[in-house]
Protein backbone atom coordinates (compact mmCIF):
# COMPACT_ATOMS: atom_id res chain seq x y z
CA UNK A 1 0.00 0.00 0.00
CA UNK A 2 0.85 3.81 -0.83
CA UNK A 3 -0.26 6.43 0.24
CA UNK A 4 0.12 9.51 -1.61
CA UNK A 5 -0.28 13.56 -0.39
CA UNK A 6 0.25 16.28 -3.02
CA UNK A 7 0.53 20.08 -2.38
CA UNK A 8 1.86 23.13 -3.29
CA UNK A 9 -1.68 24.06 -5.70
CA UNK A 10 -3.11 27.27 -5.53
CA UNK A 11 -3.98 30.36 -7.89
CA UNK A 12 -1.30 32.29 -10.09
CA UNK A 13 -1.33 34.87 -12.78
CA UNK A 14 -1.05 33.34 -16.85
CA UNK A 15 2.94 32.97 -17.25
CA UNK A 16 4.03 32.47 -13.23
CA UNK A 17 5.45 29.37 -11.55
CA UNK A 18 4.27 26.88 -9.39
CA UNK A 19 5.83 23.74 -7.81
CA UNK A 20 3.81 20.91 -7.17
CA UNK A 21 5.20 18.20 -4.45
CA UNK A 22 4.04 14.37 -4.03
CA UNK A 23 4.86 13.10 -0.42
CA UNK A 24 4.68 9.06 -0.87
CA UNK A 25 4.71 7.27 2.15
CA UNK A 26 4.10 3.04 2.46
CA UNK A 27 5.84 0.00 1.71
CA UNK A 28 8.87 -0.02 -1.18
CA UNK A 29 7.13 3.76 -2.50
CA UNK A 30 10.86 4.67 -4.37
CA UNK A 31 10.40 2.13 -6.34
CA UNK A 32 7.16 3.07 -8.46
CA UNK A 33 6.92 4.68 -12.00
CA UNK A 34 5.24 8.49 -10.62
CA UNK A 35 2.95 10.46 -13.01
CA UNK A 36 1.29 13.46 -12.42
CA UNK A 37 -2.23 13.95 -14.25
CA UNK A 38 -4.61 16.85 -14.27
CA UNK A 39 -8.30 16.64 -14.71
CA UNK A 40 -10.22 20.06 -15.83
CA UNK A 41 -13.50 20.65 -15.61
CA UNK A 42 -16.11 18.65 -17.54
CA UNK A 43 -12.74 17.02 -19.27
CA UNK A 44 -11.16 13.25 -18.60
CA UNK A 45 -7.95 12.99 -16.60
CA UNK A 46 -5.08 13.35 -18.59
CA UNK A 47 -1.63 12.35 -18.23
CA UNK A 48 1.06 15.36 -17.77
CA UNK A 49 4.22 14.03 -16.70
CA UNK A 50 6.04 10.75 -15.77
CA UNK A 51 9.21 9.89 -14.08
CA UNK A 52 10.60 6.08 -13.71
CA UNK A 53 11.32 5.00 -10.12
CA UNK A 54 15.17 5.85 -10.87
CA UNK A 55 14.37 9.17 -12.38
CA UNK A 56 16.47 8.27 -15.16
CA UNK A 57 14.19 8.18 -17.63
CA UNK A 58 10.77 11.09 -17.96
CA UNK A 59 8.06 11.93 -20.38
CA UNK A 60 5.69 14.36 -21.07
CA UNK A 61 2.76 15.49 -22.68
CA UNK A 62 3.29 17.70 -25.34
CA UNK A 63 1.08 20.28 -23.88
CA UNK A 64 3.60 20.67 -21.64
CA UNK A 65 7.03 19.79 -22.69
CA UNK A 66 9.80 22.76 -22.36
CA UNK A 67 7.27 24.44 -19.43
CA UNK A 68 6.67 21.58 -16.98
CA UNK A 69 9.90 19.20 -15.23
CA UNK A 70 9.12 16.55 -12.72
CA UNK A 71 11.64 15.14 -10.55
CA UNK A 72 12.03 13.04 -7.42
CA UNK A 73 14.29 12.94 -4.64
CA UNK A 74 14.08 9.14 -3.32
CA UNK A 75 15.69 10.06 0.04
CA UNK A 76 12.79 12.45 0.86
CA UNK A 77 9.92 9.64 -1.11
CA UNK A 78 8.90 13.18 -2.86
CA UNK A 79 7.68 13.91 -6.22
CA UNK A 80 7.87 17.40 -7.81
CA UNK A 81 6.06 19.02 -10.89
CA UNK A 82 8.02 22.10 -11.61
CA UNK A 83 5.57 24.44 -13.46
CA UNK A 84 6.55 27.21 -15.55
CA UNK A 85 4.89 29.98 -18.06
CA UNK A 86 1.72 28.61 -16.74
CA UNK A 87 -1.63 29.14 -19.11
CA UNK A 88 -5.24 29.50 -18.37
CA UNK A 89 -5.87 26.13 -20.03
CA UNK A 90 -3.42 24.43 -17.47
CA UNK A 91 -6.26 25.02 -14.83
CA UNK A 92 -7.14 21.80 -13.10
CA UNK A 93 -6.69 19.69 -10.58
CA UNK A 94 -3.53 17.52 -10.03
CA UNK A 95 -3.09 14.04 -9.20
CA UNK A 96 -0.03 12.42 -8.39
CA UNK A 97 0.40 8.28 -9.02
CA UNK A 98 2.46 5.62 -8.19
CA UNK A 99 2.18 3.03 -11.36
CA UNK A 100 -1.34 4.49 -12.01
CA UNK A 101 -2.09 2.31 -8.99
CA UNK A 102 -2.34 4.62 -5.81
CA UNK A 103 -3.50 7.87 -6.36
CA UNK A 104 -3.30 11.22 -4.24
CA UNK A 105 -6.05 13.22 -3.57
CA UNK A 106 -5.15 15.87 -5.48
CA UNK A 107 -4.41 19.90 -5.54
CA UNK A 108 -6.14 22.63 -7.15
CA UNK A 109 -4.26 24.57 -9.59
CA UNK A 110 -5.75 27.87 -11.05
CA UNK A 111 -4.34 29.75 -14.11
CA UNK A 112 -5.84 33.40 -14.11
CA UNK A 113 -5.29 35.68 -17.87
Known amino acids: QVQLVESGGGLVQAGGSLRLSCAAS????????MGWFRQAPGKEREFVAG????????NYADSVKGRFTISRDNAKHTVYLHMNSLKPEDTAVYYC??????WGQGTQVTVSS
Open 97 to 102: AADEQY
Open 26 to 33: GRSASNYF
Open 51 to 58: ISASGTNT
